[in-house]
């Protein structure tokens, strides 16, 4: 005779139960950023390039254009890459896209996309599930004045602007599920997370008049951001949940002072509040004498020391440099001293030099994919 199942699993089962679900679909091969589709020699500051005019979302609906875009698109799955991360880079000023103009960022005023825009997310996102791409990371940059970083104060204009730009993109990532089996997830903010304003100290500035207004400025700005992280994403689990977003994406430089603060944007953990994603989006760059094996194993342990547990808390590399040999060791290093999950990488186009991949897109992801990721 079977044993009768216990009525009640722990809440720890159920969370790890639930982390184990979600992992299964982010687990996998990565694949890159992919922004812009050309780049010329940057006639302001020459020998840089300049790739602006060039974005892929801006500019899809254009015949000829995507069809160049759609090649790159080919050629990137042929690569290997099964997931892409898709920057939405957007401004309530409306860019032209004549030659100099930014025809990366997309108009979002009043909390939506143009019909033309709209149409070319869902049918870039079409063409990608049709290529055979199996995910795509979403992640919201928003430019000039919608770009919190950059407030003298907090301005409850354009964070409305920018919470109805994602709350009104979401149903067509859901729709693009129901329709084409594409899944996603969502990163609120490129890099939003800063320390709180209470671990930012006179004493780590230089002394004298321009240090104090050096002081002053951090400490508004990590205030601002506190505020705009904590408050997005309230909104967000209240009215979509968590299943589908890593919160915002971090830079783990400064990783000890950014992880202490999500407590005061996810609530403390563990503990009764405590309400942090399943799954977080790290985007990690060697340093001098801090590699990325060294800097995954200090968020590791950051995450350890704020309630992250390796056991309900993955990784995804949100953004490494371009199909490097030495990072795709070094995160694989990382792993098997922490034990901690990497569910995939996603390169971003700069080499370890700093130099920029060209012709783009970032078509080669081999080292990446000899390393697992």
């Known amino acids: 005779m079977l044993n009768t199942l216990k009525p009640f699993l722990s809440l720890r089962t159920l969370v790890f139960l639930f982390v184990l679900c979600i992992s299964e679909s982010l687990w996998g091969q990565g694949g890159s950023n992919y922004i812009w589709y050309k780049q010329v020699p940057d006639p302001n500051n020459p020998p840089y390039w300049y790739h602006e005019d060039w974005g892929v979302l801006f500019n899809y609906h254009k015949p000829a254009e995507k069809s160049v875009i759609d090649t790159q698109l080919q050629g990137m799955y042929n690569a290997g890459q099964r997931r892409l991360r898709i920057p939405i880079f957007h401004s309530r000023v409306a860019y032209t896209g004549a030659p100099l103009q930014w025809a990366t960022v997309l108009n979002s005023a009043g909390g939506m996309l143009s019909a033309t825009h709209e149409a070319n997310l869902r049918n870039f996102l079409t063409k990608l599930r049709q290529i055979g791409f199996v995910q795509v990371e979403i992640g919201f940059f928003p430019h000039g004045n919608n770009d919190p970083t950059g ?78 992280c904590w408050s997005l994403w309230t909104n967000y689990v209240l009215v979509f949940g968590k299943n589908d977003t890593v919160g915002f994406s971090i830079n783990v430089d400064g990783w000890d002072k950014k992880i202490r603060n999500f407590r005061n944007i996810y609530g403390q953990c563990p503990g009764p509040y405590c309400n942090g994603p399943y799954v977080l989006s790290a985007h990690i760059y060697s340093q001098p004498g801090s590699d990325e094996r060294y800097r995954f194993v200090g968020l590791h342990n950051a995450l350890n020391a704020n309630g992250y547990p390796k056991e309900n808390t993955g990784i995804i590399i949100g953004e490494a440099y371009y199909n490097d040999p030495v990072a795709a060791a070094n995160f694989r290093a990382a792993v098997t001293e922490t034990g901690r999950t990497i569910f995939h990488v996603l390169q971003w186009p700069v080499y370890r030099s700093g130099a920029i991949p060209d012709p783009l897109p970032t078509t080669q992801f081999g080292e990446y994919l000899s390393r697992g990721f």
């Open 151 to 228: 407030w003298p104060a907090w301005s409850e204009d354009y964070f409305q602007e920018n919470w109805g730009l994602i709350s009104n993109l979401h149903p067509i990532l859901e729709e693009m599920v129901a329709t084409t089996g594409l899944s996603y997830y969502i990163d609120l903010m490129n890099e939003a997370v800063f320390p709180s304003p209470n671990d930012i100290f006179r004493s780590e500035y230089p002394p004298g008049p321009d240090g104090d207004l050096a002081y002053q400025a951090a400490v508004v700005q990590c205030s601002i951001m506190q505020q705009y």
